[in-house]
Antibody, heavy 117, light 112 residues
Framework: EVQMVESGGGLVQPGGSLRLSCAAS????????MHWVRQVPGKGLVWVSG????????KYADSVKGRFTISRDNAKNTLSLQMSSLRVEDTAVYYC??????????WGQGTQVTVSS | QSALTQPRSVSGSPGQSVTISCTGT?????????VSWYQHHPGKAPKVMIY???QRPSGVPDRFSGSKSGNTASLTISGLQAEDEADYYC????????????FGGGTKVTVL
């Protein structure tokens, strides 16, 4: 059974940092792209960042480039998102998602990030 | 403003059919057969209902079907059931380096 559990969300001041983690199980983690997708309250889903299976290729949305860093630890089946220089507009629920083949085949429950003074 | 355009809401009575459209461009929906649809009940994890335009994952009822014509993809729910009430999002691969995946703004499906 596939499971993905995010953690690390919380309340942070503008300009602050936060590190999100996603523990995955039930599939061969190291073989697949993994992504972070966020949802601003009352708004739609937005792709944030993705990383390939061995971590050699990463991609970022323009809105987070230079501020967020995606990484993975295949030995621990863990995906991470280091977020710095956080802005109020980064407030959202962040989901990790498994790219099972040109679509997001499974999602975690999400973790809330609130950026506010 | 989302990259893909969906109606904000659709509704239908139990047993009826509803169709949700998802309009993009030749750079995303029209350019690739990598359109997927996600069901999202608030507070829960989104769930893939359709991938590769019309493929249904194991476990998804055959009441859900997908199609595409030009730059517009569609999700049809036939035989609407109460548990189908949720938000639905379309998504397409776009091929660009900085936004390889684009989503629609979401459609609220209400079962009357």
């Amino acid at each position: 059974e596939v499971q993905m559990v995010e953690s690390g969300g919380g309340l942070v001041q503008p300009g602050g940092s936060l590190r999100l983690s996603c523990a995955a199980s039930g599939f061969t983690f190291s073989r697949f792209w993994m992504h972070w997708v966020r949802q601003v309250p009352g708004k739609g889903l937005v792709w944030v960042s993705g990383i390939n299976g061995d971590g050699s290729s990463t991609k970022y949305a323009d809105s987070v480039k230079g501020r967020f860093t995606i990484s993975r630890d295949n030995a621990k089946n863990t995906l991470s998102l280091q977020m710095s220089s956080l802005r109020v507009e980064d407030t959202a629920v962040y989901y990790c998602a498994w790219d099972s083949g040109w679509h997001f085949g499974f999602w975690g429950q999400g973790t809330q990030v609130t950026v506010s003074s | 403003q989302s990259a893909l355009t969906q109606p904000r809401s659709v509704s239908g009575s139990p047993g009826q059919s509803v169709t949700i459209s998802c309009t993009g461009t030749s750079s995303d929906v029209g350019g690739y057969n990598y359109v997927s649809w996600y069901q999202h009940h608030p507070g829960k994890a989104p769930k893939v209902m359709i991938y590769d335009v019309s493929q249904r994952p194991s476990g998804v009822p055959d009441r859900f079907s997908g199609s595409k014509s030009g730059n517009t993809a569609s999700l049809t729910i036939s035989g609407l059931q109460a548990e189908d009430e949720a938000d639905y999002y379309c998504c397409s691969y776009s091929g660009t380096y900085t936004s390889p995946w684009v989503f629609g703004g979401g459609t609220k499906v209400t079962v009357l």
